[in-house]
């Protein structure tokens, strides 16, 4: 069994060695410039991992692995403008470097370059390689639809919000444990079992996601903190806020979002105060481990021996337990 460190410096080796020296440069510089600035790559690491739960020659699984991450960036890219944001992992994102119309084209590129990585894999299980992971990008596209129209909306359910992370963010967890098993041999069940571990874990990730965006430290976190309360996203802290906020908390919820006349800072402060006196960041907490702890019960009903499954079980624990 290979370690986490073992599994990231694969896949790290593998991602430099990408050749992206092709005509136009400018198609394909912003390409090579969101794949190095780094990242977790957590994605193409659960390809890997759950490929060696059943095969030690995960380097077989390493290209569509390679596909997941270009995958998972490409989203970044079109996500990134959507949102309007300015910083990626500390850096420039790609249409504040170069442009709107060159996030777009590139971006473009990728989702077709993630396609070749991801064609390049046994013969035998091409087709169910690719209808996974077409259904997974056309989830994340329903999921970041919905995404937009909540944005629109005054009131989104707990429910609403869960199917829409599990499209936009737990899909493609799910897709990359799924894909590395059936590159590692195992049964249509048991890559299903690895499936249900990566949704719980991609929804678990996704709400540690939403409570860092307010309440984590910005130099390790990567991102400006308070982007989602700027732009009247409706993550999970929001959802719970307008579920248990009283007339007059809703009020002045309403009136930051309608007004624009305020300070950045002054309204990231005083949404965060209302979270605090809610206990939303501990029921956010709560529903994190939630989502845990129903992952790892997935993942230890695998036939397999507890020893082979340590090192994903380290993997999930590690991620849901970040500070970035």
Not at 93 to 105: D, E, F, G, Q
Not at 186 to 197: M, N, W
Request: charged share 25%; with cysteine; net charge negative.
């Amino acid at each position: 069994m290979y370690s986490l460190e073992q599994i990231l410096q694969i896949v790290e080796s593998g991602v430099a060695r990408c050749d992206f020296n092709r005509v136009p440069q400018q198609l394909y510089l912003p390409v090579h410039y969101i794949l190095s600035l780094g990242g977790k790559r957590i994605r193409p690491a659960f390809v890997l991992m759950a490929c060696n739960l059943y095969d030690e020659d995960v380097e077989k699984a390493l290209q569509p692995a390679i596909g997941m991450e270009i995958f998972h960036n490409f989203t970044l890219l079109h996500d990134d403008l959507m949102d309007k944001a300015d910083k990626r992992r500390n850096q420039l994102t790609v249409h504040k470097k170069w442009s709107a119309n060159t996030a777009i084209l590139s971006g473009d590129a990728m989702l077709i370059l993630a396609y070749h990585f991801i064609g390049d894999t046994t013969p035998s299980l091409l087709k169910d390689m690719l209808d996974v992971f077409t259904r997974t990008a056309l989830e994340i596209c329903e999921g970041q639809q919905f995404d937009m129209e909540f944005e629109q909306r005054t009131e989104v359910t707990d429910q609403e919000y869960i199917e829409m992370i599990r499209l936009k963010t737990a899909v493609l967890i799910a897709c990359c444990l799924k894909s590395g098993a059936l590159i590692g041999g195992a049964s249509e069940a048991e890559a299903d079992k690895l499936y249900q571990t990566g949704i719980y874990t991609g929804l678990a990730f996704q709400l540690q996601d939403d409570l860092l965006d307010t309440f984590g430290d910005p130099q390790t976190f990567g991102k400006n903190i308070g982007g989602d309360i700027l732009s009247n996203k409706k993550t999970f802290l929001h959802v719970q806020t307008m579920n248990r906020a009283s007339h007059a908390q809703k009020e002045l919820i309403q009136t930051y979002q309608t007004n624009g006349n305020y300070r950045p800072e002054e309204k990231i402060t005083a949404i965060k105060s209302i979270y605090e006196s809610l206990g939303i960041r501990e029921l956010t907490n709560d529903r994190i481990q939630h989502y845990y702890s129903m992952a790892i019960r997935e993942l230890c009903s695998l036939h397999l021996p507890s020893e082979r499954l340590q090192i994903l079980y380290d993997t999930i624990t590690l991620l849901l337990g970040r500070q970035s």
